[in-house]
T-cell receptor, first 112, second 111 residues
């Protein structure tokens, strides 16, 4: 089984809808991250969490919110989706003693 | 403002030859650098990293070189194999453990 899983893998939604992307990990890491990738751009950090009670904004947090329900679970919400949020979304985890992050398989989101 | 730049969007190389991928950064506080490899429909996977206290790190066919004065790092793949065809991302971090990524370089290894 994969160490970092993301659900759903693909999602089509309409403008104005609320959507939640979920991430779970079995690596036992305390740090979790959400990124988005747009064509021709690198991964941009949306939100990150260093432990269950810690939530921090990244470079592009506007229009997004997150919830760290447990050490192993970190969800990303789009409260009112808009077309320019169409992108690939990746969850990642890391151990507090290391800088290397480990990524999930991604969620492809299309907002119509 | 993008702090990590990969100025070559694509690279084509013949199987068996060397692939050289380049990355430049602007933030002098970066002290740890990583390369990730990404296949279509998969997440990025960690490939190799280097700390700012070193200038070279090698792992099998992959070697990363760091030139701190030039704020430049490179990834060498020798010899290149068809399975190396992927998108390669350069990333950098500083004391806060957040990664800044380049836009990626698509490598195509020709048979």
């Amino acid at each position: 089984d994969a160490d970092v899983t993301q659900t759903p893998r693909n999602r089509i939604t309409k403008t104005g809808k609320r959507i939640m992307l979920e991430c779970s990990q079995t690596k036992g890491h305390d740090r979790m991250y959400w990124y988005r990738q747009d064509p021709g751009l690198g991964l941009q950090l949306i939100y990150y969490s260093f432990d269950v009670k810690d939530i921090n904004k990244g470079e592009i947090s506007d229009g997004y919110s997150v919830s760290r329900q447990a050490q192993a679970k970190f969800s990303l919400s789009l409260e009112s989706a808009i077309p320019n949020q169409t992108a690939l979304y990746f969850c990642a985890t890391s151990d507090s003693s290391q800088e290397t992050q480990y990524f999930g398989p991604g969620t492809r989101l299309l907002v119509l | 403002d993008q702090q990590v730049k990969q100025n070559s969007p694509s690279l084509s190389v013949q199987e068996g030859r060397i692939s050289i991928l380049n990355c430049d950064y602007t933030n002098s506080m970066f002290d740890y650098f990583l390369w990730y490899k990404k296949y279509p429909a998969e997440g990025p996977t960690f490939l190799i990293s280097i700390s700012s206290i070193k200038d070279k790190n090698e792992d099998g066919r992959f070697t990363v070189f760091l030139n701190k004065s030039a704020k430049h790092l490179s990834l060498h793949i020798v010899p290149s194999q068809p399975g190396d065809s992927a998108v390669y991302f350069c990333a950098a971090s500083s004391y806060d453990y957040k990664l800044s990524f380049g836009a990626g370089t698509t490598v195509t290894v020709r048979a």
